[in-house]
């Protein structure tokens, strides 16, 4: 658990079109490894070692230097049984914690709710992006969810105050109690206080926000340093989210994926930077993760769907190193060209859950799996 008796806080980024784990943590000393990847394979020369066998990406270097400083676990083999290629099927899968059926309730929307039980704080969950990932959807649950913090608000293009209160006024009385009201009209109106009041509570998180710290202009990036503004300004806010899209690399990945992990690695390192300027770093978990993984071989210009992934834990709190075995490359041991899994991705969860939030995981991920030792 954390070392402070501050509350444990989860930061989830989604790296939306399933990252390519071979070329992120790459076995690069494995001759399978460059037979397999001869239009898109790292240079061993180039490839930062962890030992003989793997090495990160050279364009993820400032989460290496984290790594080094043993903040950082890396879960090899991240999957689940009978791995499904389809980008939105298996989000939802990773969401729900459903792999067998098609379910709606997210599994950060339980955890939302059990650690703020009778909704009392309309931010104890906040999406930062458009739209509601359904790991965080639950009925009755209240999140947040923003595009961009320092503009957010409701009915914010009004400038003038009078005219904007008189609206805000009216767009409250749409969603006031009424008696004899439907089920779907009191959702309704739950939602739309929920928002007000979620919208007056994040409007003073911007000014209150000062850092020495200066973010590499990404979309991860704006997306971390808004999140930190947030965090930092105490709103009691303990489930983070944000994604980090572009990772479907079939094509020109060779200049794209080491882009988008030079971001990525730029916005990890800037947001653990800002909050440890502040005092905040000892109680974030930060929790990467990806709908699946890459093919094994290369298409001649990128690399296709595939699975047996891996997962990023990084934090003060994280016991680093390596969890999990790297799937083997050899063709007998692959899933029809793919690696296999071998960490079921809801022990992950579970381990967090358990161990960071303290919290029961069972019911929330569905059963009872193995917890890892990387807290």
């Known amino acids: 658990m954390t070392s402070t008796r501050k509350d444990p806080i989860l930061v989830v980024v989604q790296l939306t079109g399933a990252n390519d784990y071979m ?11 460059h037979d397999n990847r001869p ?9 930062l070692p962890i030992d003989d066998d793997l090495g990160f990406n050279p364009a993820m270097a400032p989460v290496k230097d984290l790594f080094d400083q043993g903040k950082v676990a890396l879960i090899n083999g991240v999957g689940y049984p009978n791995p499904n290629r389809s980008h939105f099927r298996s989000m939802d899968i990773w969401h729900t914690c459903e792999p067998d059926r098609v379910a709606t309730e997210g599994w950060l929307g339980r ?7 009778h909704g009392e704080n309309v931010l104890t969950g906040l999406n930062l992006g458009r739209g509601l990932p359904r790991a965080m959807a639950l009925p009755g649950v209240p999140v947040a969810s923003v595009g961009n913090v320092d503009s957010y608000g409701v009915l914010t293009g009004l400038t003038d105050q009078h005219k904007r209160q008189t609206a805000l006024d009216v767009f409250a009385g749409m969603y006031a109690p009424a008696i004899g009201s439907s089920q779907v009209m009191d959702y309704l109106g739950q939602t739309g206080r929920d928002a007000l009041l979620g919208a007056e509570l994040l409007k003073e998180a911007p000014a209150k926000y000062s850092s020495m710290v200066e973010y590499h202009d990404s979309p991860i ?3 971390l340093r808004g999140i930190s503004k947030v965090l930092l300004a105490g709103l009691g806010t303990r489930i983070f989210y944000t994604q980090h899209a572009g990772y479907d690399t079939h ?9 988008l992990l030079s971001d990525l690695a730029h916005a990890v390192s800037d947001f653990h930077a800002d909050l440890a300027e502040h005092g905040a770093s000892d109680n974030v978990l930060i929790y990467v993760f990806t709908e699946f993984g890459r093919r094994v071989k290369d298409n001649g210009s990128g690399t296709d769907h595939g699975s047996g992934g891996g997962s990023f834990i990084i934090g003060d709190g994280v016991k680093g190193g390596m969890y999990g075995r790297y799937p083997s490359l050899k063709e007998e041991d692959q899933l029809e060209g793919d690696l296999q899994f071998n960490v079921d991705f809801r022990s992950v969860y579970a381990t967090m859950l358990e161990k960071w939030l303290g919290l029961d995981p069972d019911p929330i991920v569905g059963g009872q799996f193995e917890r890892l030792a990387f807290l």
Do not use: F
């Open 23 to 33: 070329n992120t943590i790459i076995p690069y000393n494995n001759p399978l490894y």
């Open 39 to 47: 239009t898109v394979g790292i240079d061993a020369d180039d490839v």
């Open 111 to 117: 955890v939302i709710r059990d650690l703020d039980p």
């Open 221 to 223: 990036g704006r997306n």
């Open 251 to 259: 094509a020109n990945q060779g200049p794209t994926h080491p882009q």
